[in-house]
């Protein structure tokens, strides 16, 4: 017969420490978007984007030369909103 000891405050320490790691790097992946890093975050066509929410003026986007540019994080928390916003069938 196999006994096994788990020391639970060391192995719930090592996930806490884990999960914050991964959190970080999830954080830092990418500070701005290009359109078609926008479309592969939202599942989204460049087309049904600029049909439905990229000229509200809430949407965050900056044109830096002849590359439109979205910060993520602000990205992020417009899109939530926006799809809150949105009828219900």
């Known amino acids: 017969m196999i006994t096994v000891n ?3 405050n060391r192995a719930e320490e090592l ?8 959190l970080d790097h999830l954080e830092r992946r990418h500070t701005f978007w290009d359109m078609k890093e926008l479309c592969r975050q939202t599942n989204m066509s460049p087309n049904f984007i600029r049909e439905t929410f990229f000229y509200d ?7 830096v030369g002849k590359k439109w540019l979205f910060p993520a994080k602000e990205c992020e928390e417009f ?5 809150k916003e949105q009828p219900t069938v």
Do not use: A, G, H, V
Request: proline share 9%; no cysteine; aromatic share 18%.
């Open 79 to 83: 899109l939530i909103m926006w799809l």
């Open 57 to 63: 003026p809430r949407f965050p986007k900056y044109r």
């Open 6 to 8: 788990i020391d639970e």
């Open 15 to 22: 996930f806490l420490k884990e999960l914050k790691k991964r």
